[in-house]
């Protein structure tokens, strides 16, 4: 497939006039052909508006048609074939593996979103009969179910140029909600987006969906997006992103004179807890541990273990010393961009310069483009606790220690972090007491709280929680990966007194649809 290196809005292609920019191959510097036009004001009106046109069909299409059409976008995003892993290799630097494993993520989490739009438990259907010889009053009949918010802007992620873009975890979500869908794609890899773009088009097409169920808009630069959450027809907003984006682009959509949610995942250094026994017991397979899930994707993961946390000790000296062998055994990797190449340097340097951390080891270096040098630091807790610039995400392979003089401490260390994705407790039995006292504090800061894993490799299925407390999101109460996710994009609407005729199908008397129903207080089905 020629790429035309144009805007997707509706059925059409639409080639922008503003500012052309390039893909990068990050691993070689080179410019990738073709010249990508900067979208403006007007593809975003065109888009939002066709959006807005198609909502009210979209949203009532029946679950199997839903589900049918998430499942086109899976079998059309496959039919691309390996021109899409190529493209995406080239734009992004990550290893074919890595994105083979990728493209099956993003056609399976779609899949997963059509299983749960056929089984629409989503809607929460709630029937409250109406009671008419009720004393002292009458009750009226009152029937509740789940509508889709309306059109929804997604950003796509630069770490993730398949499973979080444009038809990543945020677009299937919010399809599977009933709501249509206008991607900005990440100027990263705006060739990899055009492909997935066309599918979904194609799917969009065949599924013989209103057009304006999805548009892809390519730019470079901020106007575009903000454009974008400013339109009033733009009813929420995924992102995945910098925690200055993110929050940026929240304040916006407060501010437009109708607010709009933002559900922005950004800023996580997941704290590992090493508690004593397990340190004691494991502290050189820890550290292997450790370093090869830093070392993963060039720590370019949300998840990525930038914070270990342990009490100082021989056991915590063996731990670093094997860490820091493994460490120096590092190879450097590509980065995604050279803005982020950037941007870790500046991490590692803030750190390498602080009078509060210190350099443990850092991984070999090399000359060729964009690489990421894995790094390890330390700092005492009383440092750490006294300086919020050592909580700092470092986006790329570089971690801190952070070492405690006794168990009060580490808890002191754990209520002094900002919000997060994850939290870990490498623990053996004799632990317990300690992750049981831990365990409070971990729940108020963290959405995912495991034991004796790695925090990087994040399964999607109905029980995941890929989200937490300020900064790690933007909403402390939903899920970006996970059937949950598909929450963010619905809002409940009570129906009073309507007939038969009036009501929606699943509300109806009947359960025409088979869905799960809560009927006067009882499960039924
Ligand atoms: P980013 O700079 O936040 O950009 C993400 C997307 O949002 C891009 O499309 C960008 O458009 C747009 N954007 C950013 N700020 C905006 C604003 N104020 N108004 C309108 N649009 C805005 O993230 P990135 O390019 O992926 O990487 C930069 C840094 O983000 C990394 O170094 C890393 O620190 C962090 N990051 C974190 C995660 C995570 O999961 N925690 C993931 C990826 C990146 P333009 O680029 O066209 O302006």
């Not at 984006?245 to 800023?267: C, D, W």
């Not at 009073?496 to 929606?504: H, I, M």
Request: net charge negative.
């Amino acid at each position: 497939m020629t790429l035309e290196g144009t805007q997707l809005i509706g059925r059409e292609t639409v080639l922008a006039t503003g500012e052309a920019f390039h893909a990068i191959d990050p691993s070689t510097g080179e410019t990738l052909q073709p010249a990508f036009p900067t979208g403006g004001q007007a593809e975003v009106e065109r888009a939002s508006e066709l959006a807005r046109a198609a909502f009210d069909s979209y949203r009532e299409t029946g679950l199997e048609a839903r589900a049918r059409f998430l499942e086109t976008i899976a079998d059309k995003i496959e039919g691309i074939g390996d021109e899409l892993i190529e493209r995406a290799m080239a734009e992004s630097g990550l290893p074919r593996a890595r994105l083979e494993s990728e493209r099956g993520r993003t056609c399976g989490q779609l899949r997963l979103f059509a299983k749960v739009v056929r089984d629409g438990e989503w809607l929460d259907v709630r029937i409250d009969p109406a009671l008419p010889e009720r004393q002292p009053m009458p009750r009226v009949d009152l029937r509740q179910r789940h509508v889709a918010l309306g059109p929804v802007a997604v950003f796509g992620a630069s770490n993730f140029p398949l499973a979080f873009s444009v038809a990543g975890g945020d677009t299937a979500s919010a399809l599977a909600a009933g709501c249509p869908v206008v991607v900005k794609g990440h100027p990263a890899h705006p060739g990899t987006s055009e492909l997935v773009g066309r599918a979904v088009q194609a799917a969009v097409a065949e599924c013989q969906l209103p057009e304006g169920v999805f548009s892809l808009l390519q730019g470079a630069g901020n106007e575009i997006g903000q454009a974008l959450v400013t339109n009033p027809s733009i009813k929420a907003v995924g992102f995945t992103g910098s925690r200055a984006g993110g929050t940026a682009l929240a304040r916006l959509a407060q501010n437009r004179p109708e607010p709009i949610p933002v559900y922005a995942e950004m800023s996580s250094i997941n704290p590992v807890f090493l508690l004593p026994e397990a340190l004691e017991a494991r502290g050189e397979a820890l550290a292997e541990g450790f370093v090869g899930s830093l070392n993963m994707g060039a720590g370019q993961f949300c998840t990525n273990p930038g914070l270990m946390i342990g009490i100082q000790g021989e056991a915590l000296d063996a731990f670093l010393a094997t860490a820091a062998k493994a460490v120096e055994a590092s190879g450097t990797q590509t980065m995604l961009t050279p803005g982020i190449r950037d941007a870790y340097d500046r991490g590692v340097a803030a750190l390498a310069s602080s009078d509060k951390a210190r350099e443990v080891a850092r991984g070999q270096s090399s000359d060729a483009p964009n690489q990421c040098q894995t790094g390890l630091f330390v700092t005492k807790a009383k440092d750490f606790l006294a300086d919020e610039t050592l909580q700092a995400e470092v986006f790329g392979a570089t971690s801190l220690v952070v070492s405690c003089a006794d168990q009060d401490e580490v808890k002191r260390v754990a209520e002094h972090l900002e919000g997060q994705l994850t939290a870990t407790l490498q623990m053996d039995d004799a632990d317990v007491d300690f992750a049981r006292d831990l365990l409070p504090t971990l729940e108020r800061r963290a959405g995912r709280v495991m034991v004796n894993g790695w925090p990087t490799g994040v399964e999607v299925c109905h029980a995941m929680v890929h989200g937490g407390p300020y900064p790690a999101t933007s909403d402390s109460r939903t899920t970006s990966v996970g059937s949950a996710a598909i929450h963010r994009f619905l809002r409940p609407v009570c129906y009073q007194n309507l007939p038969q005729a009036l009501l929606p199908e699943a509300l109806r008397d009947g359960n025409p649809h088979g869905v799960s129903r809560l009927v006067d207080g009882q499960r039924e089905h």
